[in-house]
């Protein structure tokens, strides 16, 4: 698990080659085990497969041009009424697990944001309309990785503090 946390890298170009419903199914069981404020479980998942939905957004959503190229995506939703103050940290939790459960699996992926820009939001409500108690808070991209995924060092020991800044 280590090693996948530390590997993990966005991954934007994708091979034309399916991901099983088995990969799916233990990329949603990752993204439901993460953890979650008072245990509330306000995450909903929106598994996109339709490629002209993908490409729709991949057209109109900003940053998200690779999802034309993906072979399926996950949108990461949240329930705000289970959750109110907390929704959107509980549905980061998700999707960085699906990143790194990605990463395990040797499926690309990349984290791309809905939330918190209005643009976006209107975009996704455009394309995959969700009830108004239902936020969107990533789209996560998802396809065989073209090329080697880059592996980044980002340990930096001076931005790292013992008991006081
Ligand atoms: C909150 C958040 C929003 C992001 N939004 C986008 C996005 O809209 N499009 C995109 O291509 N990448 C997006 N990323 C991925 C970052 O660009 C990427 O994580 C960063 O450049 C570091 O690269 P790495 O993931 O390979 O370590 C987002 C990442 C986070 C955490």
């Given amino acids: ?15 034309d080659k399916e991901i099983s419903q088995e990969m799916i199914d233990l990329l949603l069981n990752a993204g439901f085990s993460a953890p979650c404020s008072k245990d509330s479980r306000p995450l ?4 996109l497969e339709d490629k002209v939905i993908m490409t729709h957004l991949g057209e109109n959503l900003k940053y998200a041009s690779m999802l034309r190229f993906a072979n399926k995506a996950i949108m990461v939703c ?3 009424d289970i959750s ?3 929704w959107m940290l509980d549905a980061c939790a998700a999707t960085e697990n699906i990143l790194i459960a990605a990463t395990e699996l ?11 820009y209005e643009d976006r939001q209107e ?11 239902i936020k969107v808070l ?3 991209p998802l396809g065989y990785p073209a090329k080697e995924p880059m592996i980044k ?6 931005r790292i503090h013992y008991d006081s800044f």
Avoid at 1 to 15: A, F, G, P, Q, T
Avoid at 153 to 158: E, M, R, T
């Fill in 153 to 158: 060092d980002k340990f930096d020991a001076n």
């Fill in 78 to 80: 949240a329930d705000k």
């Fill in 44 to 47: 909903h998942f929106i598994v």
């Fill in 84 to 86: 109110p103050d907390c």
């Fill in 1 to 15: 698990m280590l090693d996948n946390i530390l590997k993990r890298s966005s991954v934007r170009r994708y091979e």
């Fill in 138 to 140: 990533s789209i996560i």
């Fill in 123 to 133: 975009v996704v409500q455009n394309f995959v309309p969700t009830p108004e108690n």
């Fill in 106 to 116: 040797g499926i690309g992926s990349v984290w791309t944001a809905v939330y918190p």
